[in-house]
Nanobody, 127 residues
Framework: QVHLVESGGGSVETGGSLTLSCVAS????????MGWFRQAPGKEREGVAA????????AYADSVKGRFSISQDSAKNTLYLVLNRLKPDDTAMYYC????????????????????WGQGTQVTVSS
Protein backbone atom coordinates (compact mmCIF):
# COMPACT_ATOMS: atom_id res chain seq x y z
CA GLN A 1 0.00 0.00 0.00
CA VAL A 2 1.54 3.30 -1.10
CA HIS A 3 1.32 6.01 1.50
CA LEU A 4 2.24 9.68 1.02
CA VAL A 5 2.56 12.07 3.95
CA GLU A 6 3.04 15.80 3.43
CA SER A 7 4.39 18.30 5.92
CA GLY A 8 5.80 21.81 6.04
CA GLY A 9 2.76 23.93 5.36
CA GLY A 10 1.99 27.02 7.38
CA SER A 11 1.04 30.66 7.39
CA VAL A 12 3.42 33.26 5.99
CA GLU A 13 3.30 36.82 4.77
CA THR A 14 3.62 37.86 1.15
CA GLY A 15 7.19 37.36 -0.01
CA GLY A 16 7.89 34.63 2.52
CA SER A 17 9.12 31.09 1.92
CA LEU A 18 8.17 27.57 2.89
CA THR A 19 9.53 24.11 2.20
CA LEU A 20 7.07 21.26 1.79
CA SER A 21 8.08 17.63 2.22
CA CYS A 22 6.38 14.43 1.14
CA VAL A 23 7.55 11.08 2.47
CA ALA A 24 6.57 8.07 0.39
CA SER A 25 6.27 4.57 1.78
CA UNK A 26 5.21 1.32 0.19
CA UNK A 27 7.50 1.62 -2.82
CA UNK A 28 10.74 3.22 -3.86
CA UNK A 29 10.03 6.73 -5.06
CA UNK A 30 13.08 7.07 -7.31
CA UNK A 31 11.57 5.14 -10.21
CA UNK A 32 8.30 6.96 -10.23
CA UNK A 33 6.76 10.23 -11.28
CA MET A 34 5.95 12.47 -8.35
CA GLY A 35 4.39 15.88 -8.17
CA TRP A 36 2.76 18.62 -6.17
CA PHE A 37 -0.76 19.82 -6.77
CA ARG A 38 -2.81 22.47 -5.01
CA GLN A 39 -6.45 23.27 -4.51
CA ALA A 40 -7.84 26.56 -3.33
CA PRO A 41 -11.42 26.82 -1.99
CA GLY A 42 -13.91 26.72 -4.86
CA LYS A 43 -11.26 25.94 -7.45
CA GLU A 44 -10.09 22.87 -9.33
CA ARG A 45 -7.02 21.00 -8.18
CA GLU A 46 -4.12 22.13 -10.33
CA GLY A 47 -0.62 20.88 -11.00
CA VAL A 48 2.15 22.98 -9.50
CA ALA A 49 5.36 21.04 -10.12
CA ALA A 50 6.29 17.47 -10.97
CA UNK A 51 9.34 15.42 -11.77
CA UNK A 52 10.69 12.10 -12.92
CA UNK A 53 13.95 12.00 -11.05
CA UNK A 54 15.60 9.19 -13.04
CA UNK A 55 15.77 11.37 -16.15
CA UNK A 56 15.94 14.74 -14.47
CA UNK A 57 12.66 15.77 -16.07
CA UNK A 58 10.68 18.50 -14.33
CA ALA A 59 7.64 20.62 -15.08
CA TYR A 60 6.23 23.73 -13.44
CA ALA A 61 3.00 25.63 -13.75
CA ASP A 62 3.55 29.03 -15.36
CA SER A 63 2.26 30.73 -12.22
CA VAL A 64 5.11 29.34 -10.09
CA LYS A 65 8.05 29.23 -12.50
CA GLY A 66 11.07 30.96 -11.03
CA ARG A 67 9.55 30.93 -7.53
CA PHE A 68 9.02 27.25 -6.69
CA SER A 69 11.54 24.43 -6.95
CA ILE A 70 10.88 20.68 -6.85
CA SER A 71 13.46 18.11 -5.85
CA GLN A 72 13.63 14.53 -4.68
CA ASP A 73 15.85 12.56 -2.33
CA SER A 74 15.43 8.99 -3.56
CA ALA A 75 17.43 7.55 -0.68
CA LYS A 76 14.91 9.03 1.75
CA ASN A 77 11.89 8.49 -0.52
CA THR A 78 11.13 12.16 0.01
CA LEU A 79 9.85 14.79 -2.40
CA TYR A 80 10.36 18.47 -1.66
CA LEU A 81 8.84 21.70 -2.87
CA VAL A 82 10.54 24.98 -2.00
CA LEU A 83 8.13 27.90 -2.23
CA ASN A 84 9.74 31.33 -2.52
CA ARG A 85 8.31 34.82 -2.98
CA LEU A 86 4.90 33.59 -1.93
CA LYS A 87 1.80 35.50 -2.93
CA PRO A 88 -1.76 35.43 -1.54
CA ASP A 89 -2.80 33.59 -4.73
CA ASP A 90 -0.60 30.69 -3.62
CA THR A 91 -2.91 30.04 -0.69
CA ALA A 92 -4.23 26.49 -1.04
CA MET A 93 -4.07 22.95 0.22
CA TYR A 94 -0.98 21.38 -1.31
CA TYR A 95 -1.04 17.69 -2.18
CA CYS A 96 1.73 15.27 -3.00
CA UNK A 97 0.98 12.71 -5.72
CA UNK A 98 2.78 9.76 -7.27
CA UNK A 99 2.44 7.20 -10.02
CA UNK A 100 4.59 4.30 -11.18
CA UNK A 101 6.90 4.94 -14.12
CA UNK A 102 7.24 7.85 -16.48
CA UNK A 103 4.69 10.04 -18.20
CA UNK A 104 5.38 12.39 -21.07
CA UNK A 105 6.83 15.77 -20.14
CA UNK A 106 3.66 17.52 -21.29
CA UNK A 107 1.57 15.28 -18.99
CA UNK A 108 3.53 15.70 -15.77
CA UNK A 109 1.00 18.18 -14.37
CA UNK A 110 -2.08 16.15 -15.37
CA UNK A 111 -3.72 15.14 -12.12
CA UNK A 112 -5.71 12.32 -13.76
CA UNK A 113 -2.50 10.37 -14.41
CA UNK A 114 -1.55 10.07 -10.74
CA UNK A 115 -2.57 7.01 -8.74
CA UNK A 116 -1.60 7.95 -5.20
CA TRP A 117 -2.32 11.06 -3.18
CA GLY A 118 -1.44 12.40 0.23
CA GLN A 119 -3.82 14.13 2.62
CA GLY A 120 -2.43 17.58 1.95
CA THR A 121 -0.74 20.38 3.85
CA GLN A 122 -2.21 23.87 4.07
CA VAL A 123 -0.31 26.93 2.83
CA THR A 124 -1.75 30.33 3.71
CA VAL A 125 -0.19 33.56 2.47
CA SER A 126 -1.38 36.83 3.95
CA SER A 127 -1.05 40.22 2.26
Amino acid sequence: QVHLVESGGGSVETGGSLTLSCVASGYAGGGNTMGWFRQAPGKEREGVAAMYANYGVTAYADSVKGRFSISQDSAKNTLYLVLNRLKPDDTAMYYCAARPGLVGPSELLSRSLYNYWGQGTQVTVSS
